[in-house]
């Protein structure tokens, strides 16, 4: 039988983890976006600070 400890070890298993983490981190960036912008930063600085685009600070602060 597949236990977990065998499903952890597989390659699919490995990268959808990897990228669950990439994407929570993704969406943890523009949920700081607006506090950002609520205490006077700049987009641009936000987007520096964050390692995002200004498009995606934009698109985030709507």
């Given amino acids: 039988m597949f236990g977990l400890s065998e499903l952890k070890q597989t ?3 490995q990268e959808a983890f990897q990228e669950g983490i990439e994407q929570g ?3 943890g960036k523009l949920k700081a976006v607006a506090p950002m912008l609520a205490a006077g930063l700049t987009v641009e600085y936000i987007a520096q ?3 995002l685009s200004v498009q995606e600070v934009r698109q ?3």
């Fill in 11 to 13: 390659r699919f298993y």
């Fill in 25 to 27: 981190i993704e969406q």
């Fill in 49 to 51: 600070a964050l390692d």
């Fill in 60 to 62: 985030a602060a709507q």
